[in-house]
Nanobody, 123 residues
Framework: QVHLVESGGGLVQAGGSLRLSCAAS????????MAWFRQAPGKGREFVAG????????YYEDSVKARFTISRDNAKNTVYLQMNSLKPEDTAVYHC????????????????WGQGTQVTVSS
């Protein structure tokens, strides 16, 4: 059974940093892409960042470019999200997702999802 376990969320002041981790287990993840999505209260799920298995190419939602960095360790089946210069509007539950997808930003294309970790940014 596949499990995705996120960690690293918390409460931080605006301008601060957090590093999220998502460890995947239960199968081999060769050729699986990995991504982070977030969902704020009363809003839909939003793509944040994604990274390809092959070549490690990365993609970001416009509002997080230059502030967030996604990376992965294939040997550990783990994806990370380094979040700097956090803003109150970044407050949300952050979910990692794993799948073989055509479009990294397409939430419905991912096979596996974590339960999420809360990120709260105070002003």
């Amino acid at each position: 059974q596949v499990h995705l376990v996120e960690s690293g969320g918390g409460l931080v002041q605006a301008g601060g940093s957090l590093r999220l981790s998502c460890a995947a287990s239960g199968r081999t993840f060769n050729n699986y892409d990995m991504a982070w999505f977030r969902q704020a209260p009363g809003k839909g799920r939003e793509f944040v960042a994604g990274i390809r298995w092959s070549g490690g190419r990365t993609y970001y939602e416009d509002s997080v470019k230059a502030r967030f960095t996604i990376s992965r360790d294939n040997a550990k089946n783990t994806v990370y999200l380094q979040m700097n210069s956090l803003k109150p509007e970044d407050t949300a539950v952050y979910h990692c997702a794993v799948g073989r997808v055509l479009l990294l930003g397409s939430a419905q294309a991912y096979e596996y999802w974590g339960q999420g970790t809360q990120v709260t940014v105070s002003s």
